[in-house]
């Protein structure tokens, strides 16, 4: 049932903003999701009945309230998709039955998965490739004059620094850009553990949560 309970909300939120796209809709979506259950305890895997990891749980549970009012926005346009695709080396006829023409990727700028607008974090890190710098950029959907401050819960064997300790909107300023590393701290993680984390933007409103995961190989 949770596929009908997430279009319902989709079509409100749609309904309320009707020139925002799909992924500014998704964002609203995960960004306000709420990662404990109701006793503020971690989410159960029902196979395992142990705490679920984030490949299990995702963003979390779905909170139609705080979706509607989400206050910073993780937005994606066309040729964000064109180049994720390229980087991902589709070839030409997909490329042209996805995009409905023909596309050189050869002049389009690659836009690897990690890079991708998207409300979370995924990076994949090891010995070789200790760290990953990843960007983002948010759009304000919420009160004209905001502040957010970040509040970081690093991944284990992790560490995430980010490029700036607060971000300001105006009435002239909407959008605003940041660049997110994640490094492996000692002691060296075992390959294939999967660590998760999350940035949380706060305002005197809003929490604006992104999840993180680091897969070390």
């Known amino acids: 049932m949770a596929a009908p309970h997430v279009a319902g909300v989709m079509a409100l939120i749609k309904k309320k903003y009707p020139t925002w796209s799909p992924a500014a809709i998704q964002s609203a979506i995960i960004t306000s999701a709420d990662d404990v259950d109701l006793a503020g305890k971690p989410f159960t895997d029902m196979k395992t009945w142990k705490p679920s990891n984030i490949f299990a749980r995702g963003a979390g549970h779905l909170n139609p309230p705080k979706a509607m009012d989400p206050g910073l926005v993780f937005d994606r346009n066309f040729n964000d998709y064109i180049g994720y695709m390229c980087a991902l080396k589709y070839d030409p006829i997909t490329m042209q039955r996805f995009n409905g023409r023909k596309i050189d990727c050869a002049k389009e700028k690659k836009i690897k998965p990690s890079q ?102």
């Open 116 to 217: 991708l607008n998207y409300p979370s974090i995924m990076v994949s890190l090891s010995s070789s490739s200790p760290n990953e710098t990843v960007s983002r950029t948010v759009t304000n959907v919420g009160d004209v004059s905001s502040v957010y401050f970040p509040n970081i819960v690093h991944p284990a064997n992790a560490s995430v620094i980010l490029s700036t300790n607060r971000l300001q909107f105006s009435a002239n300023q909407r959008q605003a850009s940041f660049n997110v590393t994640i490094s492996i701290t000692p002691p060296a993680p075992v390959k294939g553990t999967i660590s998760e984390g999350k940035i949380e933007w706060v305002s005197n409103k809003h929490v604006v949560r992104s999840p993180i995961a680091v897969v070390f190989n």
